[in-house]
């Protein structure tokens, strides 16, 4: 393809978000594997294996970090040109099967020039020398400033704020994480912690997942904070990142997360990674995220008196069983997030009512009522409307929380407590480490319930209206209000 004219080049890189200092390259052509609702988001013709990133922090949360990320990775069609989802950073040089490469950007793609035409079924290792910043607007995700440092929150589309990669959850990767601060500060990653080494004033925390995990999910914490370890169900081990100053204060909080990972078990298996933990952070996002092994929660959820204690016992729940639904079965599409929030949801209500008497049938049925507002609202649980221009984070609708915990409700009416049980074990230990989709599952659910639920799920799942409630044909759904 034709080089880039010198004029071209300039406009680019004075529109790009992110700042390039590259060679001649072909003119950059943003990519995607055709996400309906992110239909740039993820890259074709490889699958990225293991991501390998060192941060280095300089000790303040409003200087960009640097970084390198390492990509190991294998080509499944031939390439020429490799994309890579990532914004809000400078590249300095990337290297392709340890050859300098020409670079590129267009939108939000790095696009990069292979070393000669690469067929299908190669080793692809890919070296990105960048920085990540930390400023700009934190509703578009990727890091979180907290009082004292930095958190992540990539979902659903922000890993690529922060790291260069195939930034979407049908693509998941082992993840090394080896971040340098300065000594007086805490690192923390998601997985394992393999090793911490000290330069002088600074110290290298490194951090190793055993399972493949989606970029959306990865998480990175750098504070003053104190790491507790306690131990869960058969000898799991728990480990929570704090602020120090408040680690009294949180103590009850914290301790009751073994019981609640047995309650979880006792419902679908067991648990399906290495480690678990809250990561509290000081930090207002308005909202608590699932970050694999190690779910985000703002303090204020931990502090502020006029929580009741069974609903911040049920929204850890809820973030913990996302380690199963969401985390270890990740969505195929964003299409299909309401596997996600739907069970997550799901599991949150069946807790409150076991431990707070607050009835699931109540809730359900006051979702009920309001179900055909959300699906005029935000679409139907698994054909939901794009996000919003500039507010991604308007895909996580109440559609997709309790009208499709609803969807699940009305689905162990249908087949029986024992068969959608049987589901909820099948589906995690089918698809645990994959990413899955919502045919998966209604094929699935049919060949548990030994009949063809084809016409259920289509009502249930892509109506405009919410269908008659099995074994409540007395339920009724307020009709929206015109526009």
């Not at 922090?57 to 200087?63: F, I, P």
């Not at 607050?358 to 006051?366: A, K, T, V």
Request: net charge negative; hydrophobic share 35%; no cysteine.
């Amino acid at each position: 393809m034709p080089l880039t004219s010198r004029r071209l080049r300039a406009a680019l890189l004075a529109t790009a978000s992110v700042t390039l200092v590259a060679a001649t390259l072909p003119a950059p052509v943003p990519l995607g594997i055709g996400d309906r609702l992110f239909p740039e988001l993820g890259n074709p013709g490889y699958d990225v294996l293991s991501y390998d990133i060192a941060f280095t922090y300089h000790g303040s949360n409003t200087k960009p970090l640097d970084a390198v990320t390492r990509i190991r990775a294998r080509t499944t069609e031939p390439l020429e040109r490799i994309n890579l989802d990532f914004t809000h950073g400078t590249v300095r040089g990337v290297e392709v099967n340890g050859l300098t490469s020409d670079f590129g950007m267009k939108d939000e793609d790095l696009v990069v020039r292979a070393p000669g035409r690469l067929p299908a079924g190669v080793p692809l290792n890919i070296t990105v020398r960048h920085t990540s910043d930390p400023n700009g607007d934190q509703n578009n995700g990727g890091w979180v400033r907290t009082s004292d440092g930095l958190a992540m929150a990539n979902q659903a589309d922000a890993a690529h704020r922060v790291f260069p990669g195939n930034d979407h959850p049908a693509d998941k990767a082992y993840f090394t994480f080896r971040i340098t601060v300065p000594e007086k500060l805490t690192a923390v990653a998601n997985g394992l912690p393999i090793g911490r080494t000290r330069h002088g004033a600074t110290t290298t925390w490194t951090y190793r997942t055993e399972h493949p995990m989606a970029t959306e999910l990865a998480q990175v914490s750098i504070g003053r904070s104190t790491v507790l370890r306690r131990t869960g169900p058969d000898g799991l081990p728990v480990r929570d990142v704090v602020p120090t100053a408040d680690r009294a204060k949180l103590e009850p909080w914290l301790s009751k997360t073994p019981d609640q990972l047995a309650w979880m078990e006792r419902q679908v298996g067991a648990y399906p990674f290495e480690m678990y933990g809250v990561l509290i952070a000081d930090a207002e996002t308005g909202f608590e995220l699932e970050t694999q092994t190690l779910s985000l929660f703002e303090r204020s959820l931990f502090t502020e008196p006029a929580y009741p204690e069974w609903y911040v016992d049920s929204v850890m729940v809820h973030e913990l069983a996302h380690q199963w639904f969401g985390d270890s079965v990740s969505p195929g599409s964003w299409s299909d997030l309401w596997l996600n929030e739907g069970h997550a949801s799901w599991y949150e209500a069946r807790y409150a009512e076991e431990h707070a008497e607050q009835p699931l049938e109540r809730r359900m049925r006051e979702a009920y009522t309001r179900s055909d507002a959300w699906r005029a609202a935000g679409g139907p649980p698994a054909h939901p409307d794009a996000p919003a221009p500039g507010q991604k984070i308007s895909l996580f609708r109440p559609v997709v929380y309790d009208g499709s915990a609803l969807v699940l409700y009305a689905l162990r009416q249908e087949i029986g407590t024992a068969a959608f049980d049987r589901l909820e074990r099948t589906w995690v230990h089918k698809y645990r480490d994959e990413s899955a989709t919502t045919a998966d599952f209604t094929e699935l659910a049919s060949r548990v319930a030994g009949r063809d639920l084809g016409a259920f799920f289509e009502a249930w799942l892509y109506g405009k209206k919410t269908p008659p409630m099995p074994g409540h044909p007395d339920w009724r759904s307020r009709t929206p209000a015109a526009r």
